[in-house]
């Protein structure tokens, strides 16, 4: 039936203890519904399967009868082999992080023949320039796409090549109920930051043997079940919702509430800078930043405009350059992997 257990998927989230979630089948019925509805797939597709979403990704391409395509083992880690993998097997739909689509862009050549047709983005907040460099190699739609393991389909945005805001929305829900509530779990007004909330068929059943962790994040709100996804958004000049960063990113800073995710939408915004992380750590803000190939490190550039940008306590004190961000296996940012700041 509908509300029986189709299958558990286990996940870390923020806090590095496993939780099974319990998917129902009814959120499956609603995958074939995304895939010929909102997308258009048909049977001539070719999917490939890597370390996205994988058993979305598993079972997607069956329900409309097209085909998947295997990536290799470690393929996640070496996005030329990757590139390879997508160019051979003439791969129509990919899933990849932000983080991955970066360094996927550098290795895949792109062409008049690129097979791609379907890119989905999802896991971190999708940067402006990294939709620009994908629209310059691949003629294939770009996804900003938010799901959880708890509610996977939530939000779809088809990105626009003449998009110009630094970090793009993730879009408007297709069959979800989503709110923007305050601290009190009232809607938020206008562009205030707010924790989202999210109700409607795709919710997960629960947690597997944990129902105190159930009834802390599947809560009733006006007579309606919602999950409380601990993400932080905002409702931007359009009306759009746009993903800010993890409500356990926030820290206090001499008596006032500081996200993160504000802090890294500003630095992402400055010349030359192509990804920044920003951590709390030792009573000061340390912006982490990786730089397109040809830029110069400017770090008291950077300060400069940071004055403008932010208010005093929102400024990063140090700069800490790095080649890559250090990766988790689902090709997240692994922040608790960032090195010391200290020489």
Same mark, same amino acid.
């Given at each position: 039936?509908?509300?029986?257990?189709? #299958?558990?998927?286990?996940?870390?989230?923020?806090?590095?203890?496993? &939780?099974?979630?319990?998917?129902?089948?009814?959120?499956?019925?609603?995958?074939?519904?995304?895939?010929?509805?909102?997308?258009?797939?048909?049977?001539?597709?070719?999917?490939?399967?890597?370390?996205?979403?994988?058993?979305?990704?598993?079972?997607?391409?069956?329900?409309?009868?097209?085909?998947?395509?295997?990536?290799?083992?470690?393929?996640?880690?070496?996005?030329?082999?990757?590139?390879?993998?997508?160019?051979?097997?003439?791969?129509? *739909?990919?899933?990849?992080?932000?983080?991955?689509?970066?360094?996927?862009?550098?290795?895949?050549?792109?062409?008049?023949?690129?097979?791609?047709?379907?890119?989905?983005?999802?896991?971190?907040?999708?940067?402006?320039?990294?939709?620009?460099?994908?629209?310059? &190699?691949?003629?294939?739609?770009? #996804?900003?796409? #938010?799901?959880?393991?708890?509610?996977?389909?939530?939000?779809?945005?088809?990105?626009?090549?003449?998009?110009?805001?630094?970090?793009?929305?993730?879009?408007?829900?297709?069959?979800?109920?989503?709110?923007?509530?305050?601290?009190?779990?009232?809607?938020?007004?206008?562009?205030? *930051?707010?924790?989202?909330?999210?109700?409607?068929?795709?919710?997960?059943?629960?947690?597997?043997?944990?129902?105190?962790?159930?009834?802390?994040?599947?809560?009733?709100?006006?007579?309606?079940?919602?999950?409380?996804?601990?993400?932080?958004?905002?409702?931007?000049?359009?009306?759009?919702?746009?993903?800010?960063?993890?409500?356990?990113?926030?820290?206090?800073?001499?008596?006032?509430?500081?996200?993160?995710?504000?802090?890294?939408?500003?630095?992402?915004?400055?010349?030359?800078?192509?990804?920044?992380?920003?951590?709390?750590?030792?009573?000061?803000?340390?912006?982490? *930043?990786?730089?397109?190939?040809?830029?110069?490190?400017?770090?008291?550039?950077?300060?400069?405009?940071?004055?403008?940008?932010?208010?005093?306590?929102?400024?990063?004190?140090?700069?800490?350059?790095?080649?890559?961000?250090?990766?988790?296996?689902?090709?997240?940012?692994?922040?608790?992997?960032?090195?010391?700041?200290?020489?």
């Amino acid at each position: 039936g509908a509300e029986d257990v189709a #299958y558990i998927v286990f996940t870390s989230g923020s806090t590095g203890r496993p &939780k099974g979630v319990l998917i129902p089948h009814r959120v499956f019925t609603r995958c074939r519904t995304w895939a010929i509805e909102v997308f258009g797939f048909t049977p001539r597709e070719r999917f490939l399967l890597n370390f996205f979403r994988a058993p979305e990704e598993l079972f997607y391409p069956h329900l409309i009868g097209a085909t998947l395509v295997l990536s290799p083992l470690g393929a996640e880690r070496d996005m030329r082999r990757l590139a390879e993998v997508v160019a051979e097997h003439r791969v129509h *739909v990919l899933g990849l992080t932000p983080s991955l689509l970066s360094a996927f862009l550098d290795e895949y050549p792109g062409s008049s023949e690129d097979s791609l047709r379907h890119v989905f983005c999802a896991g971190e907040a999708l940067p402006l320039d990294f939709q620009r460099r994908f629209f310059r &190699k691949s003629g294939a739609h770009l #996804y900003n796409f #938010y799901g959880l393991a708890e509610a996977p389909y939530t939000l779809i945005w088809r990105c626009r090549p003449e998009d110009t805001r630094p970090v793009l929305p993730i879009g408007r829900p297709v069959d979800a109920k989503v709110l923007v509530l305050d601290e009190q779990r009232k809607p938020v007004q206008g562009e205030a *930051v707010g924790e989202l909330f999210i109700g409607g068929p795709g919710l997960a059943l629960g947690y597997l043997n944990q129902p105190e962790l159930t009834a802390r994040k599947f809560v009733d709100h006006e007579g309606e079940r919602l999950y409380c996804t601990g993400d932080l958004v905002h409702y931007d000049a359009e009306g759009e919702i746009v993903y800010l960063g993890r409500s356990d990113h926030q820290v206090q800073i001499r008596g006032l509430r500081v996200e993160l995710g504000e802090i890294e939408a500003a630095l992402r915004q400055l010349p030359g800078i192509r990804e920044a992380v920003v951590e709390h750590r030792d009573g000061q803000l340390v912006s982490y *930043v990786t730089l397109d190939p040809d830029a110069a490190i400017d770090a008291c550039a950077w300060r400069e405009a940071m004055r403008f940008a932010l208010p005093e306590f929102m400024r990063p004190s140090a700069y800490v350059v790095l080649t890559d961000f250090p990766r988790s296996a689902t090709g997240k940012t692994d922040r608790k992997a960032l090195p010391d700041p200290r020489p």
